[in-house]
C-alpha cells in the first residue's frame, strides 16, 4: 500500500518574505526601522534587563547601543525583522522576525522576539503574531511555520501552544547561546493546520470576545 506523504506535490517555491506594513485592528507591524524605533523601543525595555533572558543578545547599556543593534538586524539578509506597534500607544513595544527562511520547501521560522513588559500578555501582542502568520500562509504560500525556543524557556513554550503551533520535540544540546547549553524545542504550524487556526484567530480577536475592561470571553486554545 502507497505511502499518501510520499504523492508528488504540485508545489513551487514561494517568495522570500520582505518588510511590508501589516496591520490589525489593535496593532500594527512594520519594517524595523532603528532611526525611528529605536527611542520607543529603548524607553519600553529601559531597566527591564529580564526581557532579554532567552534572547542571543542584549541587555544593552544605553540607547545607542541598542539602536546600532537595531541597525544590524534592520540590514541583515537572515532575517526580516518588524517593529510591534500597538495601537493604543503608536509607539513601538517591540519586534519579531520572518528567520531561517526558506522558501524553495515553504519553510520559515517566526522569532527573535522582543516583548516590552508593556507589551506582553496583550491584545496586540496575539494579533501581532496572528498577522505574521496569516502573512505567511495567506499572503505567501507557506507550507510550514516553525516557532523554536530554549526548552527551559516555559512561557515561550506555552506561548506556542497558545497560538495554535504543535509541539514537536526536542533538539538536545541544539545550541550555544551566551555561553551556556541550548536544548531547544520545536514547534510548527502546517498549511493544511491554518484554515482552523486562522477561524480560531478570528473568533478571538472579535470585540464581542471582550468585556468592557479588554477582558477576554473565551481563550484562544477553547477556539481552536
Known sequence: MSDPSQAPLDWKPVPLP?????????????????????????????????????????PYPSEDALRLALAQKQDGASAVFFAIVPAATGRAAGYASFMRMDPANGVVEVGNILLAPGLQRTTAATEALY???????????????????????????????????????????????KGKNRDTAWFSILDHEWPARRQAFAAWLAPENFDESGRQKKPLQSLG
Not at 20 to 45: I, K
Not at 141 to 147: A, D
Request: aromatic fraction near 12%; include cysteine.
Open 18 to 58: 520582505r518588510s511590508v506594513t501589516l496591520g490589525g485592528r489593535t496593532v500594527t507591524l512594520e519594517p524595523l526601522d532603528a532611526e525611528r524605533h529605536a527611542g520607543d523601543l529603548w524607553q519600553a525595555v529601559q531597566g527591564h534587563d529580564e526581557v532579554w533572558t532567552w534572547l542571543a543578545d542584549g
Open 131 to 177: 498577522l505574521m502568520a496569516a502573512h505567511i500562509f495567506d499572503s505567501l504560500g507557506y507550507r510550514r511555520y516553525e516557532w523554536k525556543c530554549n526548552a527551559e524557556n516555559h512561557p515561550s513554550r506555552r506561548a506556542a501552544l497558545r497560538l495554535g503551533f504543535t509541539f514537536e520535540g526536542i533538539f538536545r544540546q541544539h545550541m550555544v547561546v
